[in-house]
């Protein structure tokens, strides 16, 4: 089978995409500029390096001699693919890529799509719809970014992910105490891996309406679109998702896929995985943002549910440059459901109590915290304590079994109760 380079794992702890690939029969070598980080995690991730061919560490992280390591190993056995599932890897694993001389998308369109600011200049300059955008730098231009596009404004790090450092300004107060937290940082933010974040910001007037994701694989032969993911959120200022079901009947696919080509035609996206999210208004999508990646988290197991096949191993299949037609032509087998439990107060938690016997279409329940851990009304996705993810014929059938299933879970804290 074929041999794979694989850059670090989303979130530092997500091996899927390792363990899917050696169930296939693949080879794998892993990069990473941490082993530490994998190593302090203990026995399960140390069982899931294990899968891997080999584990090589470049700290710190150097490109040259990345590519160094990399051309020599794949002169001892050659590689078929990349992969990198993580923003911060992804212009480093175009550039190794097109050394190789394997699929991936391309390096201009791979350095574009690190910077949101960027990304939103080019669309402008080819006529996509979205929202009035400004750059900020520093506290003056954040001030006269806000007062180009108004209030509500949307401040995210150009060059972020995971929702990091993310705000929703409403009026002067909400500038003035999102200017006092940024002034209290001792320095940039840390992405981990030895990246920090470059301190431009994107400021978008903030668009209310539905948050959907659309997933897209692209190669020669076009675009294979996997499905609409339609999004709930909890309600400001959090920036967590409260849940999702895939794919949904509730939008003109025809019209949201028009939006998605336009973006991706704009931007010069060549190969790979998209993934899209915009929000549904009356008058039609906007675009939130535009990752090129596969959607993270725990997001690849719901898509899988519902088609019937690993996400990952398509994944794969993509990058050894074989068809998706199939993929595109196969229609999702169920509904998707995925639902959080949390925490209503912040404290302690001391136990989490979940149903017994849940419904057979109950298709897999993922618990992240522990007793003794701190917890608190979820600001954002690291809040969350576990989820459920349940299938149904229909898309409301789904969502009414995850539901319930979140709302017969009991979350303790020490010196009181709450059911979630």
Request: glycine share 6%; with cysteine; net charge negative.
């Amino acid at each position: 089978m074929a041999h794979l380079l694989l850059f670090d794992v989303p979130g530092g702890n997500d091996f899927t995409v390792l363990q899917d690939a050696v169930s296939l029969g693949h080879q794998v070598t892993l990069y990473t500029s941490d082993l530490e980080q994998y190593r302090r995690q203990g026995k399960i991730t140390l069982d899931c390096l294990a899968l891997a061919r080999e584990v090589v560490e470049i700290r710190p992280f150097d490109y040259a001699a990345f590519e160094a390591r990399v051309l020599a190993d794949h002169a001892r056995l050659p590689f078929d693919a990349v992969l990198c599932l993580i923003d911060i890897r992804n212009i480093e694993a175009s550039r190794i890529a097109q050394r190789l001389g394997l699929r991936f998308l391309n390096p201009e369109t791979a350095r574009l799509m690190r910077d949101k600011f960027s990304v939103r200049e080019t669309l402008a300059r080819h006529g996509v719809r979205q929202s009035a955008f400004a750059l900020a730098e520093n506290s003056d231009s954040l001030r006269q970014a806000v007062a180009e596009v108004g209030y509500p404004a949307l401040v995210k790090p150009a060059d972020g992910y995971a929702s990091q450092n993310v705000a929703v300004l409403f009026c002067d107060a909400d500038l003035a105490a999102y200017l006092a937290t940024l002034a209290a940082r001792p320095g940039p933010t840390d992405y981990g891996l030895g990246v920090f974040a470059n301190n431009r910001f994107s400021v978008e007037r903030y668009v209310q309406g539905n948050l959907i994701g659309c997933d897209v694989f692209v190669n020669d032969e076009g675009r294979h679109y996997l499905g609409i993911n339609d999004k709930l959120m909890y309600p400001p200022p959090s920036f967590a998702i409260r849940g999702s079901c895939f794919p949904s009947d509730r939008y003109d696919r025809s019209v949201i896929q028009d939006y998605v080509d336009q973006i991706l035609s704009a931007v010069n996206f060549d190969f790979g995985a998209a993934h899209v999210e915009m929000i549904m208004t009356a008058d039609g999508p906007f675009l939130v943002e535009v990752n090129p990646r596969l959607v993270s988290a725990q997001i690849p197991y719901q898509m899988g549910y519902a088609l019937g096949r690993s996400l990952y191993g398509e994944l794969i299949n993509l990058h050894l440059g074989h068809s998706m037609e199939e993929l595109a032509a196969t229609p999702p087998s169920w509904f998707s459901a995925i639902r959080w439990v949390i925490a209503h107060r912040e404290g302690l938690l001391e136990s989490l109590e979940l149903p017994e016997s849940p419904h057979e279409q109950v298709r897999r329940v993922v618990v992240f915290k522990a007793p003794g851990d701190m917890v608190k009304p979820p600001i954002n996705n690291g809040d969350r304590i576990a989820y459920v993810i349940a299938v149904g014929e229909t898309q409301v059938a789904a969502e009414q079994l995850a539901e319930q299933y979140v709302q017969d879970s009991v979350v303790s804290l020490f010196g009181m109760e709450e059911c979630s």
